[in-house]
């Protein structure tokens, strides 16, 4: 074979293996240098933005079936103020005060977030709200008393009988509970629930109602505390407190179990009032019981009346379908501006700060809002001082 022609043939065969040896380096160098995260699975990564916070809500205070109640609108308490009982629930609702509010000429209404229902009236006493409570002295006292006419009969039997009377003028849309006490406590229905909950006042439950209350008997005693104790523990709207007596059962050291101690009926309203419900009281045809049933009004921002032997309950007007919503307000603002002068008096000036804004803010054509815009020009000054 001539030099010349296998020459040209090993430089053909090099240029080939350089070809092909500088394209795997092509290959290869590209590999490497691929940038990270192509393809269809991209790495994961982390994006961060700053954010302004959102502001705090404004804080209310009290634990206040305010609308809601509820039972409505609720204030928060501080952590040694959170209920003692174990498994109770302590989010505070259904109170009352954190729920939004209509504003004073938008239309907006409390009870019509609350259903159809507008109050109820026991013994002539009108509440506000939705959900109630009713405690009724069963003592034997309640035996005394007998009616103008053999029909009416004695007070225990007039009792029940507006006590019946009360829950039957409740819609549907409302709720009621019943305890009853004397030395004991007896629930609706022999209810042994460890939360007992409100009923719907349906006309199948006012029936029960109705069968439950013909089987009381009066029995020794007077002792509500147990009884204020579960009622409060439900956050009513609004308690109704009826006794015809003095108390006596802490001087006789009863229900000291279900009492964690022996403490007094304002102890144990202080110490279970959480929301901050109103207790509205009826001294029944003995005044023996008016001081204390007047100072547990007061201090609750509940209304009192002492019903005299033989007077005619004042009823609702039938045609009447409920309160309009200025006699809403001014009832509303009238119970919270008295719920804030209670807690300012116990040195909790922060939280009826708060009570005192809210009047402000919600009922500003009241005549409370006037004396509550008083009190935040005096207790702001002394806010700023304590947040320099």
């Known amino acids: 074979m001539p030099i010349g022609r296998s020459s040209a043939r090993a430089a053909r065969r090099s240029l080939l293996l350089s070809l092909l040896l500088h394209s795997v380096a092509v290959v290869v160098l590209a590999l490497l240098l691929q940038p990270a995260g192509t393809g269809p699975n991209r790495p994961l990564a982390i994006e961060a933005s700053m954010v302004d916070p959102l502001p705090e809500p404004e804080t209310l205070v009290v634990s206040e079936s305010l609308i809601p109640p509820s039972a409505g609108e609720l204030l928060s308490v501080d952590e040694d103020d959170r209920p003692s009982m174990a498994g109770q629930p302590t989010d505070f609702v259904s109170s009352e005060l954190e729920r939004p509010t209509g504003r004073a000429g938008t239309g907006s209404s409390e009870t019509s977030r609350r259903g159809s229902g507008t109050g109820a009236s026991f013994f002539g006493t009108v509440a506000y709200g939705d959900r109630f409570v009713y405690l009724v002295d069963i003592s034997t006292s309640m035996d005394r008393g007998q009616g103008l006419s053999p029909g009416e009969g004695n007070r225990f039997a007039r009792a ?11 819609s549907p849309a409302q709720s009621f509970y019943v305890i009853l006490f004397n030395g004991e406590t007896r629930r609706m229905f022999d209810d042994t629930a460890i939360f007992p909950k409100h009923l719907p006042a349906t006309p199948e439950n006012k029936r029960r109602l109705s069968d439950w209350l013909a089987t009381i008997r009066t029995g020794e005693w007077t002792d509500p ?14 308690l109704f407190l009826l ?44 005044k023996s019981s008016c001081r204390q049933m007047e100072q547990i009004a007061r201090s609750t921002g509940g209304e009192y009346q002492f019903v005299a032997p033989h007077a005619s309950v004042a009823r609702p007007d039938p045609h009447r379908k409920g309160l309009d919503q200025e006699d809403l307000s001014n009832n509303r603002a009238r119970y919270l501006l008295s719920r804030a002068d209670v807690l300012e008096s116990h040195g909790r000036w922060k939280q009826a700060l708060a009570i005192y804004r809210r009047i402000e803010r919600d009922f500003p054509q009241t005549t409370q809002a006037e004396a509550a815009a008083a009190k935040v020009r005096g207790l702001s000054s002394r806010e700023l001082s304590s947040n320099p």
């Open 243 to 286: 006794s015809d007596g003095e108390f006596n059962g802490q001087q006789q050291g009863l229900n000291g179990g279900l009492l964690n101690g022996n403490p007094s009926v304002s102890e144990v309203i202080e110490r279970h009032n959480r929301v901050g419900t109103p207790i509205h009281t009826v001294a029944y045809e003995d």
């Open 160 to 170: 029940m009988e507006e006590l019946q009377s009360s829950i039957d003028r409740l």
């Open 225 to 238: 505390r147990a009884a204020l104790k579960l009622g409060l523990t439900m956050r009513p709207s609004a």
